[in-house]
């Protein structure tokens, strides 16, 4: 497990990456833009520790294990399941995503997905670079979601508000 910190402040929130290795190039450009946006975040300061992993299925245990460490605000995931002809890809991705499900409402800590399930993709030029870009695009917009769901959830009743969102 390879693990990267981005560093903020000291009032930052901690938030995971937990990113899939397989069509790591294309992942990239997601866990990419999520660091970059969350940087960008002037409402939420934030420190990020990425996380790979060898594949999707792999993704809620450790989204799991950091929630359950206490240490984050909220996790982001990222991976690509391509229907590889061998097995049902639907089943991995409801794994996946039912499980992540599980991982939020077992811990209370938010679980963000930008685990992609693409109806057709084909390892050639065309949607490699098409992949790369929607990849950016939705890390982008997981990493938004991310930031106003901590928001939100700072503003219900009772709730304890990290250090970062108090002001």
């Not at 240490?71 to 690509?80: K, N, V």
Request: with cysteine.
């Amino acid at each position: 497990m390879n693990q990267t910190s981005t560093q903020a402040t000291s009032q930052a929130v901690r938030i995971a990456i937990v990113s899939a290795s397989w069509h790591r190039d294309i992942v990239a450009q997601g866990t990419d833009a999520m660091k970059a946006e969350l940087a960008r975040s002037t409402e939420l300061p934030s420190e990020v520790d990425h996380f790979e992993v060898p594949g999707a299925f792999e993704i809620p245990l450790h989204a799991q294990r950091l929630a359950r460490s206490g240490r984050y605000a909220a996790i982001l995931t990222c991976g690509l399941i391509v229907n590889g002809g061998i097995y049902r890809h639907e089943f991995v991705t409801s794994a996946v995503i039912d499980g992540l499900m599980r991982v939020q409402l077992d811990t209370d800590v938010p679980v963000f997905s930008a685990v992609l399930t693409p109806r057709d993709f084909h390892d050639h030029a065309e949607h490699q670079a098409f992949f790369h870009q929607h990849f950016v695009k939705k890390g982008e917009e997981a990493a938004r979601t991310c930031v106003a769901t901590l928001q939100s959830l700072a503003s219900l009743p009772g709730m304890a508000v990290p250090q970062a969102l108090a002001a």
